[in-house]
């Protein structure tokens, strides 16, 4: 057994009604993300070609974690505080593994969406049950190396009463940033660039041109020349990123407070309760906020028939991107008008023998007299 730690926390008027405030968003988050799971189990074959269903079960699952942690604070309400023992050992490790597990999987989504969109390659069914297996494992792995095998006497308990509900005890500071903050950073910050890569390819910004990348911004007049950089994927799942890119952006908004919070505790500088449980309940409305981008945004996966097909870009010819194209080319080669047939190896001659330009590139520009 490990050595001293906080027995119980009784809870003041305030604190109590704050912590019901944080029990009925989880709820909701928890109701919501249960309907949202059967919704789409419900309907897998008709989205089992978008290839990153699997990863965004397993997203919604850690969301359930999270949610399940907090709603477990209602033990705490009826008891009127926080009470030390196996109980609260579990919620704090429910807890820290539904948080790291959403990091995590916020990356797995953002990196296939990446691999898909951007590296035009798909995923194998087999590395991608690898990479399920491969995530839970090292999810449950981070959660059990703390009682395990970093608890001791001299810090007591690893999981125990952490403020009004129960988490990695404050005398694991390191630990806390180590195994959750880290990863939570990290996902934000990796998953932006992903997708802000992804978009600026769709969009026609980032393009591969005779083996090399490009990366060209045109003003607002121009921005039409961007339509010849795209490729039929890239105009089929432009809109598909442009809805794909607010989950990241929507998991920074409700992570980064609840973060400052406690690392404004690490250092010391210890905020008022009422700006923890805000921070906390916000941090819990982001597995409702994940349900509702899903169904006011048409849905995370298009209909079907409009899911593009990850096929080999085509080739790109750089003048094109460059200067757009000509709109119309004369036919100077009709076989049943002689004369312009005369007309055209004359004027060939002539432009040739003033050193201008080939009859390849006569077109509608092309003035007819020389000059």
């Known amino acids: 057994m490990a050595g001293p730690a906080f027995s119980e926390t009784v809870y003041t008027t305030f604190e109590r009604h704050a912590v019901i405030a944080l029990v009925a968003v989880s709820f909701l ?6 309907y949202l799971l059967v919704t789409i189990i419900t309907y897998s074959k008709k989205y089992a070609n978008t290839h990153f269903l699997l990863y965004f079960l397993c997203l919604l699952l850690a969301d359930v974690m ?8 209602i033990a705490w309400v009826k008891s009127g505080g926080v009470y030390d023992g196996a109980f609260c050992a579990a919620q704090g490790g429910i807890k820290q593994g539904g948080s790291i597990a959403a990091a995590f999987w916020n990356f797995v ?3 296939q969406v990446f691999n898909m969109l951007f590296r035009r390659q798909d995923t ?3 590395v991608r049950w690898g990479v399920v297996f491969l995530v839970w494992s090292f999810v449950f792995i981070i959660v059990f190396v703390g009682p395990v095998a970093l608890e001791n006497e001299a810090r007591g308990h690893f999981f125990g009463i952490s403020g009004a509900w129960c988490w990695i005890t404050q005398r694991y500071q390191s630990e806390r940033i180590l195994m959750e903050y880290l990863f939570e950073l990290l996902s934000v910050f990796a998953s932006s660039v992903l997708y802000t890569a992804t ?22 007049k121009e921005s039409w020349k961007l339509e010849f950089a795209r490729d039929f994927t890239d105009s089929a799942s432009l809109r598909l990123v442009q809805h794909m890119i607010w989950y990241p952006a929507v998991y920074a908004i409700c992570i980064l407070p609840i973060v400052v919070v406690r690392m404004c505790s690490i250092v010391g500088l210890d905020p008022p309760f009422a ?21 006011t945004m048409h849905r995370v996966f298009p209909e079907p028939e409009s899911l593009p097909v990850f096929a080999r870009r085509k080739t790109i ?9 000509t709109p119309f080319t004369l036919n100077l080669s009709e076989p ?6 005369e007309v055209h190896c004359g004027l060939e001659k002539t432009l040739e023998r003033r050193g201008s330009i080939s009859a390849a590139s006569i077109n509608s520009l092309t003035p007819l007299r020389a000059s």
């Open 29 to 34: 988050s928890l109701v919501a993300l249960l």
């Open 66 to 73: 999270l949610s399940l942690g907090s709603v477990m604070s």
């Open 109 to 111: 989504i953002s990196w």
């Open 124 to 126: 194998p069914k087999a």
């Open 199 to 220: 978009l600026l390819r769709a969009r026609g910004n980032v393009l591969r041109v005779e083996g090399r990348w490009k990366l060209r911004f045109l003003p607002a």
């Open 275 to 295: 700006v923890t449980a805000v921070a906390a309940c916000i941090f819990n409305l982001s597995g409702f906020v994940d349900v509702v981008l899903f169904f």
């Open 317 to 325: 010819d750089p003048s094109v991107i460059q200067t757009g194209i």
């Open 336 to 341: 049943d008008i002689p004369e312009k047939a």
